[in-house]
Every structure is written in structure tokens, then in C-alpha cells.
């Protein structure tokens, strides 16, 4: 390591905080996990295990590496305390524009000005977050794929006031985790990623609400048609349709017209609680 990171803070330690906090541990950082309560962290533990445990199986990564990785996670349920020591911290809780305004304040109160604050948000302005901050030019972007320790690419958004040296850091960081970046220059909502990713899903679940087909033949079409790995509907199983509810709801707020409009079907499951594939049934059923 030869940038100015050393220990990372990772707050929410749910599926992208998880995979997160992993990602930065194999690659030699320290990193605290915090979430809010003792039960959300064992969970989030648990998943690190297990993800190791399958990188180890898969002959990815010997034991020792994978018992090294979970050896440099700290966890902590009192974020304050815990951002004293950090250079770094990535933000990854639920996905609501005042609870992360409330997190940021937080942070931006108790972390030194030279350390950086980013945000996994999926598709909030970087402004609107870095609202409730003082030192509003060291709060980036930097949107990780699901799942974080499998999935290579990681977008980088600027806000308006971000300054160089943050994105310097924020690359530093990743460079050292062996992702790629994609660069998002304007601080629009949604940014690059789930601008396209959201129209396509929200026509797939359109599809689906219509009975124009079954969930496997849509995600068949995905597949076989246009070389997807995953077809769109299996893809927002695995991402929570939760947080693809407000993200499509925000995203159609915001752009207008039908193309982030979610249709009946993605509300009628959350209210159902069939998130996908965290409560073990979405659009389809999960074992
Ligand atoms: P999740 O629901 O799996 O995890 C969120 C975690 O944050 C929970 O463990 C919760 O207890 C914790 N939390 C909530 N408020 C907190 C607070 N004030 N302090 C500390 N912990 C708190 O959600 P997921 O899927 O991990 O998403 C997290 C963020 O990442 C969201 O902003 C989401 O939009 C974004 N994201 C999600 C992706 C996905 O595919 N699920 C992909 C990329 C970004």
C-alpha cells in the first residue's frame, strides 16, 4: 500500500457493506464494520465467512489469505468513535436520503478534514448527501457492483465541490483492491450505472406485471439474446426489491415520463416481503 489510506471505515453492514469491508481486507487495509446493532454485524460476519470460504474452496485464495482477510475486520456498533481512526469511509446503509444526510453530519463532525467520505449510494446526488457537511470536497461517489468481492467494476461519481485530491484517494484505494473504474462527471441521480440498468429492469418487471411472459423466459430473452449473465429480473432478486423500489421510485420522481416508472407488481412483492433473494422469495422462488 502506498497511498495515504491505511485503516477503512465501512458503515452498514449489509450486502454491499459486507462485500465491501471484504474487498478491502483482502487487499491488506484495516477496516471497521460498523451497523447498529450486535445481531446486524454477526450477519454481516457470517457472509464474509462464507464468501471466503467459497473463494477458498474455488482454489481463488489459500486459507491463510482468506483467515488473514477476516483477522484485519474489526465491527462496532458506535460509528463516532470508530471514525476517529479511519482515513477512509464508505458508506453503505440503507438506501434514504436522511438517514444518510444524518450518517454524513455525523461523520463530517467526527472525522479530521483530510479523510474521505464516500457513499455506495445507488442513485442519490453526491451534493444532496454531502449537504448536511462543512467540508463538503472530500464526499465522493464510489458506487461498488452487487456482489462487491465478484463483481470487478466500480463507479466513481463527482459532486460539484468534490476536489482532486479526494478522487486521488478514492482511485489510490481502489487501484490497490484490483477494481476497475468508470468515472462519472456530473453528479446527476442515478449516475451511469442505474440510469441504464433501472430502464431495463423496470421494463423487464413491466413484462412480467403484463403476463406478457414468465420471469424465466424475460430473463431467458436477457440471457441468451443479448449475452447477459444474468437476466434482469433474477438480477433484482439478488439486489433487493426494496432498495430497486426506491430506487426506481426516486429515479422516475426525478426524470419523469415511464422509462424508471416501476410498474404494480415491484410494490405489490415488497408489500408482500418477497425482497428477493435476502427473504428467500422475489420474482421467483429462492431455496
Ligand atoms: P442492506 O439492507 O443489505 O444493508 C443495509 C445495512 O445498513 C443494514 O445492515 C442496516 O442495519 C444498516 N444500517 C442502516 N442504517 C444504519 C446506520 N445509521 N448506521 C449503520 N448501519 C445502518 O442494503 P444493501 O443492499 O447493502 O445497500 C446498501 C447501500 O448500497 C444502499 O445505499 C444501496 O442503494 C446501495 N447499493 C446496493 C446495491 C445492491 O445491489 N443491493 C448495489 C450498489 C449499491
Known amino acids: ?138 464526499v465522493i461517489g464510489v458506487h461498488f457492483s452487487n456482489p462487491p468481492p465478484l463483481m470487478p467494476l466500480v463507479e466513481v461519481i463527482l459532486g460539484a465541490l468534490t476536489s482532486p485530491r479526494t478522487l486521488d484517494v478514492v482511485n489510490d484505494f481502489l487501484v490497490t483492491c484490483g477494481r476497475e473504474t468508470v468515472l462519472c462527471r456530473k453528479d446527476v441521480p442515478g449516475f451511469i450505472s442505474n440510469r441504464l440498468s433501472t430502464a431495463l429492469f423496470m421494463e423487464a418487471a413491466r413484462l412480467a406485471d403484463e403476463e406478457i411472459a414468465s420471469p424465466a423466459d424475460i430473463d431467458k430473452v436477457a440471457r441468451l439474446m443479448y449475452g447477459h449473465k444474468m437476466g434482469p429480473l433474477a438480477t433484482l432478486d439478488l439486489a433487493g426489491l426494496d432498495t430497486a423500489l426506491k430506487v426506481s421510485t426516486a429515479l422516475s420522481e426525478h426524470y419523469g415520463g415511464d422509462r424508471f416508472t416501476p410498474p404494480p407488481i415491484l410494490a405489490r412483492l415488497v408489500a408482500e416481503g418477497r425482497f428477493g433473494r435476502k427473504t428467500g422469495s422475489g420474482f421467483y422462488e429462492i431455496a
Open 1 to 138: 500500500m502506498t497511498g495515504v489510506v491505511r485503516r477503512v471505515l465501512v458503515v452498514g453492514a449489509g450486502q454491499m457493506g459486507g462485500g465491501i469491508a471484504q474487498v478491502a481486507a483482502r487487499a491488506g487495509f484495516d477496516v471497521t464494520l460498523v451497523d447498529t446493532t450486535d445481531d446486524a454485524l454477526d450477519r454481516g460476519l457470517a457472509s464474509i465467512r462464507g464468501s471466503l470460504d467459497r473463494f477458498v474452496r474455488s482454489g481463488h485464495i489459500n486459507s491463510e489469505d482468506a483467515a488473514r482477510a477476516l483477522d484485519r475486520i474489526d465491527t462496532s456498533v458506535d460509528v463516532s468513535s470508530s471514525a476517529s481512526g479511519a482515513d477512509l469511509v464508505i458508506e453503505a446503509i440503507v438506501e434514504d436520503l436522511g438517514a444518510k444526510q444524518g450518517l454524513f453530519a455525523l461523520l463530517d463532525a467526527a472525522c479530521s478534514p483530510e479523510v474521505v467520505l464516500a457513499t455506495n449510494t445507488s442513485q442519490f446526488q453526491i451534493g444532496r448527501i454531502a449537504e448536511s457537511c462543512q467540508h463538503r470536497d472530500r
